[in-house]
């Protein structure tokens, strides 16, 4: 029997209204078609240009869009849809999330309570907390500091020790590892793969595909709002031949270990979304249809797609 998703996001649409000039109201959709399923015990590695919608993705399942977003599609959570009130309910109890902006932790906290907040078995806090921090190479004394004190390695050292110490069910973190040393970069991405290998469901969002390829299950590519292709993280290899969008054969072209061959142009911007493909302007095997119709989803050799060429 296929496994079922614990955490499915499909179709995901996210819309802002503006004011423009003349006070008019306008809304603009920054997000179409976003689409990614989390498994317990798997890591999905989301990877995307700035802007193509990675963190909004994470903000819309935990539900902390700002008021004057409105969205479309479904989220479930272990087969039943999620609305606010459920999402509010689930955050920070089964679902942690480490967020991209250190300014997330708590500034009247010494950290190592906001770490002992997030462990359920208040007799063992004192001692996990601990040990968390000393794997991470954060002294006795880091303990009652507030965020203020803390560098920027420090900081995100913290916010990922509140998720990782957690029992929680799902993880999503948002790029976890900008400003970590070569040895705790190491250190977290092994505790990622270690909460996943006991069962937790990972969605880690970061912009560098090395560091997911060494421990992620799947790999969505995202771009403009839009999920191109969801593929094995095995599937980056040989030249990228099994990758299934031109887009991903160009990430994968683009790494250092290829030859950082990077490819011409820009993602287009929400408010200047093409008809068609999103990719065309950029795609060497572009055709007239591909400027007509905006592809639908496929399921390619056991990976998703949104190409109409893919094979
Ligand atoms: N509050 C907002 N109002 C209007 N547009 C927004 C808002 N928040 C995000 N956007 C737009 O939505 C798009 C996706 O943003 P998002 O923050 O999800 O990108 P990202 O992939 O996380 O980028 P980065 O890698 O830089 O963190 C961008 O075009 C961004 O400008
Ligand atoms: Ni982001």
Redesign the pocket.
């Known amino acids: 029997m296929k496994k079922e998703p614990i955490l499915s996001v499909k179709d995901l649409g996210?819309s802002?209204s503006?004011y423009t000039k003349g006070l008019r109201r306008r809304d603009?959709k920054?997000?179409t078609n976003l689409d990614v399923d989390l498994y317990e015990g798997e890591i999905l590695a989301v990877v995307?240009?700035?802007?193509?919608?990675?963190?909004?993705?994470a903000?819309a399942i935990l539900g902390i869009l700002?008021d004057?977003?409105s969205t479309e599609g479904t989220i479930t959570y272990n087969g039943k849809a999620l609305d606010q009130r459920v999402k509010e309910k689930l955050r920070g109890d089964e679902i942690a999330f480490i967020p991209?902006s250190v300014n997330f932790l708590d500034p009247l906290m010494q950290v190592s309570k906001q770490v002992k907040i997030c462990i359920d078995d208040k007799q063992e806090a004192d001692k996990r907390q601990r040990k968390i921090f000393n794997k991470y190479g954060l002294n006795k004394k880091v303990d009652s500091l507030y965020p203020f004190e803390l560098s920027g390695g420090m900081a995100r050292k913290v916010l990922l020790s509140t998720a990782l110490v957690s029992d929680c069910k799902v993880i999503i973190a948002?790029?976890p590892t900008p400003g970590l040393d070569e040895k705790s970069l190491n250190e977290v991405l092994d505790d990622f793969r270690n909460v996943a290998n006991s069962g937790c469901a990972v969605l880690m969002?970061t912009?560098d595909i090395e560091s997911a390829l060494k421990i992620a299950d799947k790999i969505a590519v995202?771009y403009a709002?839009t999920t191109l292709e969801v593929a094995s993280a095995s599937d980056f290899m040989d030249d990228g031949k099994k990758l299934r969008h031109p887009y991903s054969k160009a990430l994968y072209n683009a790494l250092p270990q290829n030859g950082f061959k990077p490819i011409k142009g820009s993602q287009p911007?929400?408010n200047e979304l093409p008809k068609g493909c999103l990719f065309q302007d950029r795609c060497e095997k572009v055709s007239e249809k591909c400027r007509e119709t905006r592809p639908d989803s496929k399921f390619v050799r056991d990976g998703m797609v949104r190409c109409l060429y893919a094979t």
């Open positions: 996210v802002f503006q603009l920054v997000i995307g240009s700035s802007g193509s919608g990675k963190s909004l993705l903000h700002p004057n977003s991209q948002d790029e969002i912009h995202f709002g911007m929400p």
